[in-house]
């Protein structure tokens, strides 16, 4: 099994910034990807970011410009840099990573971190 666990969230003002951090912890594994999603209060979980092994990363529109994600291989941790922060960016963001057992590939999810952009 694989732990996920996120650091970072809380309460900023609009145009502000944070910075997320989530830290996989387990045995034998190893990361194919891993990135952040987030929900909204009385919406569906949305992809924000993501990186995949190699470097390649994706974001939502919503995202692009504002935010960056990026990857620490040696610690299997990832960081979810949010600038230019919004009203609308407010939401619980939860880490994803998807982690080879043996042959067999597995999703993970953290238990979700606070985002509040707000005056």
């Known amino acids: 099994q694989v732990q996920l666990v996120e650091s970072g969230g809380g309460l900023v003002q609009p145009g502000g910034s944070l910075r997320l951090s989530c830290a996989a912890s387990g045995s034998r594994f190893s990361i194919a990807a891993m990135g952040w999603y987030r929900q909204a209060p009385g919406k569906g979980r949305d992809l924000v970011a993501r990186v995949v092994t190699g470097g390649s990363t994706n974001y939502a529109d919503s995202v692009k410009g504002r935010f960056t994600i990026c990857r620490d291989n040696a610690k299997n941790t990832v960081y979810l840099q949010m600038n230019s922060l919004q009203p609308e960016d407010t939401a619980v963001y939860y880490c994803?990573?998807?982690?080879?057992?043996?042959?067999?590939?597995?999703?993970?999810w953290g238990q979700g971190t606070q985002v509040t952009v707000s005056t």
């Open positions: 994803n990573a998807d982690c080879w057992y043996g042959y067999k590939l597995n999703n993970y």
